[in-house]
């Protein structure tokens, strides 16, 4: 069974560039769609992206607005969540889950990590 961690939150500064990690062990993640969410007190939890296991990433455009990214590190076993620019809106708890298959829909994403939280100063 797959198990999920993030980690490279904490606090930074609006403007500044920020990666996010999410390292499994149990499974490989190439066998799954891993995606980014992200939540913020008092409101759903929303799609950031997601990287299939082709490679192939789908960007959030309402949440990324042109600076987020991510890869896979199948050696690792990890997928990094590349954040640039970020801003005080971006601040929330970011959670990785994986999916059997492609897709952005939260609900179809079975095994969640605990959440790192990304505050931005302004």
């Known amino acids: 069974q797959v198990r999920l961690v993030e980690s490279g939150g904490g606090l930074v500064q609006a403007g500044d560039s920020l990666s996010l990690s999410c390292a499994a062990t149990?499974?490989?993640?190439?066998?799954?769609?891993t995606g980014w969410f992200r939540q913020a007190p008092g409101l759903k939890r929303e799609f950031v992206l997601y990287?299939?296991?082709?490679?192939?990433?789908?960007v959030s455009a309402d949440a990324s607005l042109g600076r987020f990214s991510a890869s896979r590190d199948n050696a690792k076993n990890t997928v990094t969540l590349q954040m640039r620019n970020v801003q005080p809106w971006d601040s929330a708890v970011y959670y990785c889950?994986?999916?059997?298959?492609?897709?952005?829909?939260?609900?179809?994403?079975?095994?969640w990590g605990q959440g790192t939280q990304v505050t931005v100063s302004s």
């Open positions: 990287v299939a296991p082709n490679g192939d990433t789908i």
């Open positions: 149990g499974s490989t993640l190439s066998s799954y769609t």
């Open positions: 889950a994986v999916s059997p298959r492609p897709t952005n829909s939260i609900n179809d994403y079975h095994t």
